[in-house]
T-cell receptor, first 113, second 114 residues
Framework: GENVEQHPSTLSVQEGDSAVIKCTYS??????FPWYKQELGKRPQLIID?????GEKKDQRIAVTLNKTAKHFSLHITETQPEDSAVYFC????????????FGGGTRLMVKP | DVKVTQSSRYLVKRTGEKVFLECVQD?????MFWYRQDPGLGLRLIYF???????EKGDIPEGYSVSREKKERFSLILESASTNQTSMYLC????FGTGQDEAFFGQGTRLTVV
């Protein structure tokens, strides 16, 4: 089955700096890669996703890049704000077969004001 | 507004008890999931269901079983609860084949086994 690894497990940045979280996946058939944000005491919520036919996607201050050859994808957050502090999870799925969604281990991002 | 609802926010059970965690979604989603969330270990998949009465084991199915008798409801069963099953349990649902790939999560059930 799919295995997703995520790094780093914790990340501390100064407000206004950029943050980058990286994930690797094992199953070359995976074709959908979402990122979820989980604030303290709340449920995970989708913030951005990318499909395998696209190399990069942006939404305001967040962007995701995908390298299918190397089987890794990354989340980039620019101009970080204290409200970006949360746990971020990457995931991978093969949407053509079964739709099982496998998550990485999570990254706790702390943005210091 | 989409909804995934878990029956309990907090549960305390005794070792050896049979425990049922219920999850209901109102989005007519085909796929439903049970994850376990532990600090430093992320979201680990326990079981996945892709249709009524259909299920697949995830990464950590030992000690758990599931039931999906109706499309909207997915139950996680701890046959004989043990202290190492103390954790946060998250249910999620997702459509299949519609292009709407987002998974929606329940609010979580924090289970403590004493």
């Amino acid at each position: 089955g799919e295995n997703v690894e995520q790094h780093p497990s914790t990340l501390s940045v100064q407000e206004g700096d950029s943050a980058v979280i990286k994930c690797t996946y094992s199953d070359s058939a995976s074709n959908y890669f979402p990122w979820y944000k989980q604030e303290l005491g709340k449920r995970p919520q989708l913030i951005i996703d990318i499909r395998s036919n696209v190399g990069e996607k942006k939404d305001q201050r967040i962007a995701v890049t995908l390298n299918k050859t190397a089987k890794h994808f990354s989340l980039h957050i620019t101009e970080t704000q204290p409200e970006d502090s949360a746990v971020y999870f990457c995931a991978a799925s093969n949407n053509n077969a079964g739709n099982m969604l496998t998550f990485g281990g999570g990254t706790r991002l702390m943005v210091k004001p | 507004d989409v909804k995934v609802t878990q029956s309990s926010r907090y549960l305390v059970k005794r070792t050896g008890e049979k425990v049922f965690l219920e999850c209901v979604q109102d989005m007519d989603h085909e796929n439903m999931f049970w994850y376990r969330q532990d600090p430093g270990l992320g979201l680990r998949l326990i079981y996945f269901s892709y249709d009524v009465k259909m299920k697949e084991k995830g990464d950590i199915p030992e000690g758990y079983s599931v039931s999906r008798e109706k499309k909207e409801r997915f139950s996680l069963i701890l046959e004989s609860a043990s202290t190492n099953q103390t954790s946060m349990y998250l249910c999620a649902s997702r459509s299949f084949g519609t292009g709407q790939d987002e998974a929606f999560f329940g609010q979580g059930t924090r289970l403590t086994v004493v």
